[in-house]
Nanobody
Framework: QVQLVESGGGLVQAGGSLRLSCAAS????????MGWFRQAPGKEREFVAT????????YYADSVKGRFTISRDNGKNTVLLQMNSLKPEDTAVYYC????????????????????WGQGTQVTVSS
């Protein structure tokens, strides 16, 4: 089992920045892939970004490329999501996810790729 705890959400004005953190505990390891998804009210859960635990590969949704950066701190079993130039449409609950399977550009955006999920943290961007 893997436990995931997100933090760092909040209220920010458009154009501002936030950094989300996801702390993993339990049976973590180098084989894990870690990702971020988000879900706005009335919408389906949407892929944001993912990183292979070794940090070799990262994948981003087109909507956040150039604005968001995913990174990891293996020593702390933590994954970070730096969000810059935030827009009102980025408002959502952001979820951290972890998986043990092989990740490809095709499989990275699929929620089924991930086995474990955090509780989520709210990000609100005001216009």
């Amino acid at each position: 089992q893997v436990q995931l705890v997100e933090s760092g959400g909040g209220l920010v004005q458009a154009g501002g920045s936030l950094r989300l953190s996801c702390a993993a505990s339990g049976r973590t390891g180098s084989s894990y892939v870690m990702g971020w998804f988000r879900q706005a009210p009335g919408k389906e859960r949407e892929f944001v970004a993912t990183i292979i635990w070794t940090g070799i590969s990262t994948y981003y949704a087109d909507s956040v490329k150039g604005r968001f950066t995913i990174s990891r701190d293996n020593g702390k079993n933590t994954v970070l999501l730096q969000m810059n130039s935030l827009k009102p449409e980025d408002t959502a609950v952001y979820y951290c996810a972890a998986g043990t399977g092989v990740v490809t550009p095709r499989s990275a955006p699929r929620p089924a790729t991930y086995d474990y999920w955090g509780q989520g943290t709210q990000v609100t961007v005001s216009s």
